[in-house]
């Protein structure tokens, strides 16, 4: 069972909408332009904002749909973790685009979301407050994924949701080492600022 929810959450969370996305409002590859990331930020930088909204709704929702097909095929909770996390895999290494994806924030807070809502509640008050102070949505991601494993521990949740929240964190911010680079090195764009 845990493999199959692991291959559906795979699946659902590789479909590239913010490929999709951009190819269909401007006929760019996103792999290409701006920063090359395949997500919600870079369609806001190449595109357009509604683009970039739609893309963010659909990411988070593919996330929350991985743990909801996993429930229902009444996998138990570390299955439906893994259902997510493989959800956030297959965002940043989509088998559709030779595995360059985006970096998993949205659709991270989709799956805990759906697994500790407290905690993602707060993931995402730490990521629009950075943001709204600094205009760097890659701290913004880094900070607020950061935030949900401490959270999901102290309000209680499974050691199964904790330590996939701590796992999928710490990948996230892995796939945000270049970004955190550059905010050291002061070259990290803004929000807003197009490419």
């Known amino acids: 069972m845990t493999v199959l929810v692991a291959c559906l959450g795979y699946l659902l969370g590789s479909v590239p909408f913010a490929f999709l996305f951009a190819r269909r409002a401007k006929g760019v590859d996103l792999r290409l332009i701006g920063s090359g990331n395949v997500g919600a930020a870079n369609v806001l ?3 357009t904002r509604t683009a970039a909204l739609c893309v963010m709704l659909l990411d988070v929702g593919k996330g929350a749909a991985a743990v909801i097909v996993a429930r229902l095929f009444q996998a138990d909770l570390p299955s439906q973790v893994v259902a997510g996390v493989a959800a956030v895999v297959g965002h940043v290494f989509p088998v559709w685009l030779r595995f360059q994806g985006g970096k998993g924030v949205a659709t991270a807070l989709g799956v805990f979301a759906a697994l500790a809502p407290a905690a993602s509640l707060v993931g995402l008050a ?3 407050l950075t943001l709204w102070r600094t205009r760097f ?3 913004g ?3 607020g994924v950061s935030a949900v494993a401490p959270v999901a521990w102290l309000t209680g949740a499974s050691p199964a949701v904790w330590l996939g929240a701590l796992a ?4 996230i911010v892995f796939k945000h080492r270049a970004n955190l680079a550059r ?4 070259t990290e764009p803004r929000i807003g600022e197009r490419a």
């Open 126 to 128: 730490v990521f629009c």
């Open 137 to 139: 949505v890659s701290l």
């Open 183 to 186: 905010l050291l090195a002061g």
């Open 168 to 171: 999928t964190g710490g990948f």
């Open 141 to 143: 991601s880094v900070s």
């Open 45 to 47: 930088r190449t595109t």
